[in-house]
Nanobody
Framework: QVQLGESGGGLVQAGDSLRLSCAAS????????MGWFRQAPGKERQFVAA???????AYSDSVKGRFSISRDGATNTVYLQMNSLKPEDTAVYYC???????????????????WGQGTQVTVSS
């Protein structure tokens, strides 16, 4: 099994930055593609960003140019650097892992096998 633990959420003002971290433990060889999703109250879960084992990345249009995903293979940690935050970025952010090899990261949550508990990000206007 794989355990994912997110950290780094908080309350910030519009225009601020935050960096989320997700540490994987357990059978980390299964964390071939790592992704971030978010869910705001009353809304469906939304893809944010993902990164493959080889470093291929994908972003949702709503965060492209503002968010950046990266991973550290040595520590089995994936990061989401969030800049120029907007109130509409407010949500619970979830880390996810897919154990399939991929050249292009999947953007559908159904493709991911493991999920973290989430970390709250609140952006005030």
């Amino acid at each position: 099994q794989v355990q994912l633990g997110e950290s780094g959420g908080g309350l910030v003002q519009a225009g601020d930055s935050l960096r989320l971290s997700c540490a994987a433990s357990g059978r980390t060889f299964r964390t071939r593609t790592m992704g971030w999703f978010r869910q705001a109250p009353g809304k469906e879960r939304q893809f944010v960003a993902a990164i493959t084992l080889s470093g291929g990345t994908a972003y949702s249009d709503s965060v492209k140019g503002r968010f950046s995903i990266s991973r550290d293979g040595a520590t089995n940690t994936v990061y989401l650097q969030m800049n120029s935050l907007k109130p509409e970025d407010t949500a619970v952010y979830y880390c996810a892992a897919d154990d399939a090899f991929a050249l292009v990261p999947p953007t559908s949550g159904d493709r991911y096998d493991y999920w973290g508990q989430g970390t709250q990000v609140t952006v005030s206007s």
